[in-house]
């Protein structure tokens, strides 16, 4: 048997007819940029999200950078991020010029809000959490140390589209979301693609000026701005997959407890959820202490996986500043992490053959 880690031509198939609608509809508009589509997505998803305002951009960095730059943070100034994370956190952080001040994770991978606090100086200006593998960040603290702090608390919402935290969407957390549509995520384009999600009015207008050459009218440039657009055919692709994003979701978790179920003896770390989240399951992330040998052993037998992530930020040469910083959970998870296939479609005989050879391993390791 052979089972990739990822298939969306299996996930499409279900819905070619609407995507082909979808292509079509803007084939005959020939409106490529900025249009109907978009404008229709962007009030479609911010209603699902539980916001006042979508703005669709051209990827999910690019909508945390702008978030940061709308809110004034640049030189001099400190964003608290996740130690495990990928790095587009990171990096959204510096191209605005500020600083990734980096906090270690809890044991649901995501940052530790107890150990926050202790990462403030004067220079804080904002708290990035990441819903990490699609599970939400344990948002409620995080907030508070916000508000006794006077912090903004911009949420990476790219991995976890339609997760919940306490019956509230992610994306509706903070003062503001950034989240991805790059097209291995839970509601991915065919391209690439990104958006911002709040509530707050004021930064929603500054974010649609700069992402469009900081302009309001055109040819009149009030800001120094970029070009950061979701096209139109991304745009209602997102609107042909948004109609199926919560059954999906659903599919995940289904997937998701056939793998706790099957796996419960395997010997391995195996996702802890609280009882107060909802996640999404972008992807399903396993501990094991001899990793690369479990990984090389499911692909002898036709598996694919993933590692989510072989580099912490702090070990990339970009970063080659903070490489003497004690980080010893990032560099842990790094080690020892293997996300399992997930995605919808993959079904129940496929999911019992990724138990039984990881269960086979176990076995074989122990002879």
């Not at 699902?48 to 979508?54: I, L, R």
């Not at 399951?281 to 990793?291: E, K, P, T």
């Amino acid at each position: 048997m052979k089972i990739p880690f990822l298939d969306l031509a299996r996930m499409h198939q279900s819905i070619r007819p609407a995507l082909d609608a979808a292509y079509s509809s803007v084939v005959e508009s020939s409106w490529y940029i900025t249009g109907s589509e978009l404008s229709a997505f962007e009030a479609e998803f911010a209603s699902y999200s539980q916001v006042e305002h979508c703005i669709g951009v051209g990827n999910g960095l690019d909508a945390l950078e702008l978030i940061l730059r709308a809110y004034g943070i640049g030189v001099g100034d400190e964003v608290i991020v996740p130690s495990n994370t990928f790095i587009a956190t990171w990096l959204a952080v510096s191209h605005c010029g500020a600083t990734p001040v980096a906090v270690e994770p809890d044991m649901n991978h995501n940052i530790d809000p107890t150990k926050i606090k202790a990462a403030i100086t004067s220079r804080t200006k904002a708290i990035m959490p990441v819903h990490l593998y699609g599970q939400p960040a344990d948002m409620d603290p995080i907030n508070a140390l916000a508000v006794e702090h006077g912090l903004v608390v911009v949420e990476d919402a790219a991995q976890a589209q339609g997760a919940r935290y306490k019956g509230r969407r992610v994306g509706s957390l903070g003062h503001a979301a950034g989240t991805s549509f790059y097209p291995g995520k839970n509601l991915g384009a065919l391209g690439d693609g990104g958006a911002v999600l709040t509530n707050d009015d004021v930064l929603a207008s500054k974010v649609r000026e700069l992402r469009n050459y900081g302009s309001t009218l055109k040819y009149k440039h009030d800001i120094v701005g970029y070009n950061s657009r979701l096209d139109e055919m991304q745009a209602a692709f997102l609107r042909a997959k948004l109609k199926m994003l919560d059954t999906w979701n659903e599919e995940r978790r289904q997937i998701a407890a056939l793998y706790s179920g099957l796996l419960s003896d395997s010997g391995l770390t195996l996702p802890n959820v609280p009882d107060d989240m909802e996640p999404v399951w972008h992807l399903y992330v396993v501990g094991c202490d001899r990793r690369d040998a479990l990984q090389d052993y499911l692909a002898k037998s036709g598996i694919s996986t993933v590692i989510h992530y072989p580099i912490p930020p702090h070990r990339q040469h970009c970063y080659a500043e903070y490489a003497t910083q004690p980080l010893p959970l990032a560099d842990q998870l790094s080690a020892q992490v293997l996300s399992l296939p997930m995605y919808p479609g993959l079904n129940p005989s496929e999911i019992e053959y990724v138990a039984e050879t990881v269960l086979n391993f176990r076995s074989a390791s122990a002879t």
